[in-house]
């Protein structure tokens, strides 16, 4: 597991951190959709989703990975919100 600082300036350190980490996030991804009880076509649409995110900007995620934490839990935090602002960008804010 990798805890160290992904160099902000260096895309291709950070797109090969992405290649090696891809069945994680996959993995972290996969169980986000089940606590969340999307059904399979919208947790294929979050998968796909989260790659373009993490692939956006030149991996511009995982360069503002710091290392104070381990990567895994970086990582599904981050998951985790892409997921809330897919819903709210699909459903909308619930005002009263």
Known sequence: MMTGKCPQSDASNAE???????????????????RRHLSPADAEDL???VYLRFIEDD?????????????RTFLIVVIHRICLDLRTHEWGKWRP
Do not use: M, N, W
């Open 47 to 49: 998968t796909s989703v």
């Open 16 to 34: 090969a951190l992405f290649l090696a980490h891809l069945p994680l996030i996959t993995r972290l991804t996969q169980a986000i959709a089940r």
């Open 59 to 71: 991996y511009a995620i995982l360069r503002k990975f710091e290392g104070r934490s381990t990567l």
